[in-house]
C-alpha cells in the first residue's frame, strides 16, 4: 500500500509569514493526527482526527496554527504568523481505527526553517 | 499520561542482538505497549505492540514483564540499518500516542 505522502518536503520562511503543509494519509485509514518535532525531542502531538472531525486539539497553539481535514482525506496545517520557535519538522501519521492497538503510519515530514 | 523511562544512548556491534529496555511503572491495565524507531530524515515507523504477551515479527521481539511496569526490544542481530532512535510509547484508549527523547542505538560495523 501507498505511505503517507507530505508536501513540500522543505520550507524556508521569514517570520512573520504564513505556510501550509499537505497530508495524504494511506486510503481507508480513519484517524489522522499532525506533529511537531523540534530537532533532538521526540514528536509532540498537534491535533488528531477522526475522518473529519476533531478528536484533540488541546497542544495546537490556536491562535496561530489552524488544520482542517476536508471530506475525511486530506489534510491542511496551517501557521499564520510563523514565530522562529515553530522551527521544525512537521509530521503527519494516520493509523486505521485510531484506537490503541492499531499502529501509526508516519509520512517523512515537512522540515519548517523560519529566518 | 502514562510516562516511560529509557535509555539515552546504546551501542551494539553489528549481527549481534540488541535489548533495549524500558520502564512504565504507572501503565494501566488497558494501555499497549509500542515501539517505533526513527532513522535519520525520516518519520518515525512502527515496530512491534503488545498488550501482556510476548510478540514477535519479522523486526523485533517484545518481552513484557509480568507484571507489565517494564517491556523489552530485542533485535535479534543488529545491522547498520537499525541505527535510529528507538521509542517506547504506551497508547492509551485515546489512543495519544506521547513520544519522549526515545534511546539513540549504535551500531558498529
Known amino acids: 500500500e501507498a505511505g503517507v505522502a507530505q508536501s513540500p518536503r522543505y520550507k524556508i520562511i521569514e517570520k512573520r509569514q504564513s505556510v501550509a503543509f499537505w497530508c495524504n494519509p494511506i486510503?481507508?485509514?480513519?484517524?489522522l493526527y499532525w506533529y511537531q518535532q523540534i530537532l533532538g525531542q521526540g514528536p509532540k502531538l498537534l491535533i488528531q482526527?477522526?475522518?473529519?472531525?476533531?478528536?484533540?486539539d488541546s497542544q495546537l497553539p490556536k491562535d496561530r496554527f489552524s488544520a482542517e481535514r476536508l471530506k475525511g482525506v486530506d489534510s491542511t496545517l496551517k501557521i499564520q504568523p510563523a514565530k522562529l520557535e515553530d522551527s521544525a519538522v512537521y509530521l503527519c501519521?494516520?493509523?486505521?481505527?485510531?484506537?490503541?492497538?492499531?499502529?501509526?503510519?508516519f509520512g517523512n515530514g515537512t522540515r519548517l526553517t523560519v529566518t | 499520561d502514562a510516562k516511560t523511562t529509557q535509555p539515552n544512548s546504546m551501542e551494539s556491534n553489528e549481527e549481534e542482538p540488541v535489548h533495549l529496555p524500558c520502564n512504565h511503572s504507572?501503565?494501566?491495565?488497558?494501555?499497549?505497549i509500542h515501539w517505533y524507531r526513527q532513522l535519520p530524515s525520516q518519520g518515525p515507523e512502527y515496530v512491534i505492540h503488545?498488550?501482556?504477551s510476548n510478540v514477535n515479527n519479522r523486526m523485533a521481539s517484545l518481552a513484557i514483564a509480568e507484571d507489565r511496569k517494564s517491556s523489552t526490544l530485542i533485535l535479534h542481530r543488529a545491522t547498520l540499518r537499525d541505527a535510529a532512535v528507538y521509542y517506547c510509547?504506551?497508547?492509551?484508549?485515546?489512543?495519544?500516542?506521547?513520544f519522549g527523547a526515545g534511546t539513540t542505538v549504535t551500531v558498529r560495523a
Open positions: 501519521a494516520s493509523s486505521r481505527r485510531g484506537q490503541a492497538d492499531s499502529p501509526l503510519h
Open positions: 486510503s481507508g485509514h480513519a484517524t
Open positions: 482526527f477522526q475522518n473529519n472531525g476533531v478528536v484533540d
Open positions: 504507572t501503565i494501566s491495565g488497558t494501555d499497549y
Open positions: 503488545g498488550l501482556t
Open positions: 510509547i504506551l497508547g492509551d484508549n485515546d489512543y495519544k500516542l506521547s
